[in-house]
């Protein structure tokens, strides 16, 4: 039962998003976004709890990978005609990971160093 509950709560906030997305057409944000943020501001408020989304939100998590196949096949068959554009591709995934990379490290370091916990260069 705490199962269906817990789902029912993550499809209401889904819907939730999904709806703003459909009544503010005029804001560019994803359906997907609105519903973070409306799970964001239900368990910061306390209206949701924590314990009663986490066990299923994890198991949701847990089978996300397989969520990716569908685009990434639909990616290569529509990429199978764009030789052109895969350098341009690779560069950028290359650039943006290494990016990414170099961001999160200083982050974390600088979150470190805060708490006095680490060793200060």
Same mark, same amino acid.
């Not at 009544?23 to 976004?33: E, H, M, N, R």
């Not at 314990?51 to 969520?67: C, D, H, N, R, Y």
């Not at 529509?78 to 961001?103: E, H, K, Y």
């Given at each position: 039962?705490?199962?269906?509950?817990? @789902?029912?709560? /993550?499809?209401?906030?889904?819907? #939730?998003?999904?709806? %703003?997305?459909?009544?503010?057409? *005029?804001? =560019?944000?994803?359906?997907?976004?609105?519903?973070?943020?409306?799970?964001?501001?239900?368990?910061?408020?306390?209206?949701?709890?924590?314990?009663?989304?986490?066990?299923?939100?994890?198991?949701?998590?847990?089978?996300?990978? @397989?969520?990716? /196949?569908?685009?990434?096949?639909? #990616?290569?068959?529509? %990429?199978?005609?764009?030789?052109? *554009?895969? =350098?341009?591709?690779?560069?950028?995934?290359?650039?943006?990971?290494?990016?990414?990379?170099?961001?999160?490290?200083?982050?974390?370091?600088?979150?470190?160093?805060?708490?006095?916990?680490?060793?200060?260069?």
């Amino acid at each position: 039962m705490k199962i269906i509950k817990s @789902l029912a709560i /993550i499809f209401l906030v889904s819907f #939730l998003g999904e709806a %703003l997305h459909v009544l503010l057409p *005029f804001l =560019p944000i994803p359906a997907s976004i609105y519903g973070l943020v409306i799970m964001l501001a239900g368990l910061l408020s306390g209206a949701i709890k924590l314990e009663s989304v986490q066990k299923t939100a994890g198991w949701l998590i847990a089978f996300m990978p @397989l969520m990716f /196949i569908g685009p990434s096949v639909q #990616l290569m068959v529509s %990429l199978r005609g764009q030789g052109t *554009f895969i =350098p341009a591709f690779v560069i950028i995934s290359i650039v943006s990971t290494i990016v990414v990379m170099a961001v999160t490290g200083m982050v974390c370091q600088a979150l470190i160093r805060k708490r006095g916990e680490g060793p200060h260069d």
